[in-house]
């Protein structure tokens, strides 16, 4: 069973903040959250991790709590190629994926 | 180019066969991984390998096999296919950095179909 646990499905405007929130309550502190999405069928694509501050890449940025039980995702300005299957991970090296956040960018 | 590459891209066999699935990688990374999709479903971890002398099971291993030829190739093997082994599988490698961070690079996909 997945380790963590996040929304089924999640909508938003093209051009607005996507948010996206995922549960690891069962996280021990040396395991990092990673963040992947999945266009259609393929191949997972690595977003951004993080072990207890927050990160920013050029893609999205990270939110963790201070107890690291959750964190949230945020595309700044999603796109309509942002629409995906985005993955929450609690791993060290052995990912448990769930089935993660369908997120609809609408025109 | 891609950096890790999967082949057969799509395949159709029928039960009994015996099949395998190569994935090979540019990236020079020691960590490699196959995972099996079902659809609507997350990915599973069949096996993962850390270096060439280093093989390990994962969740689902019973009726795959697994070959790490180089330190760029790992090979899945079904030794007689069944259909509920039809799935999207996925290959991934990531850098050796102990028990640091560890994020993973997904090869395209093959899709097997088992009749």
């Known amino acids: 069973d997945a380790k963590t646990t996040q929304p089924p499905s999640m909508d938003c405007a093209e051009g607005r903040a996507a948010n996206l929130p995922c549960n690891h309550s069962t996280i021990s502190g040396n395991e990092y959250v990673y963040w992947y999405r999945q266009i259609h069928s393929q191949g997972p694509q690595y977003i951004i991790h993080g072990l207890k501050n927050n990160e920013t890449n050029e893609m999205a940025s990270l939110i963790i709590t201070e107890d690291r039980k959750s964190s949230t995702l945020i595309l700044p300005h999603a796109t309509l190629r942002d629409t995906a299957v985005y993955y929450c991970i609690e791993s060290t090296y052995k990912y448990i994926f769930g089935t993660g956040t369908r997120l609809k960018v609408l025109a | 180019d891609a950096d890790v590459t999967q082949t057969p891209r799509n395949r159709i066999t029928k039960t009994g066969k015996r099949i395998m699935l190569e994935c090979s990688q540019t990236?020079?990374?020691?960590?490699m991984y196959w995972y099996r999709q079902d659809p609507g479903l997350g990915l599973r971890l069949i096996y993962y390998?850390?270096?060439?002398?280093?093989?390990n099971k994962g969740e689902i291993s019973d009726g795959y096999s697994v070959s790490r030829q180089a330190q760029a190739k790992f090979s899945l093997s079904l030794e007689s296919a069944i259909p509920n082994q039809t799935a999207l599988y996925f290959c991934?490698?990531?850098?050796?950095?102990?028990?640091?961070?560890?994020?993973?690079?997904f090869g395209p996909g093959t899709r097997l179909t088992v009749l």
């Open positions: 991934a490698t990531s850098v050796d950095r102990g028990h640091s961070y560890n994020e993973q690079f």
């Open positions: 990236k020079g990374h020691d960590r």
């Open positions: 390998s850390f270096d060439v002398k280093d093989i």
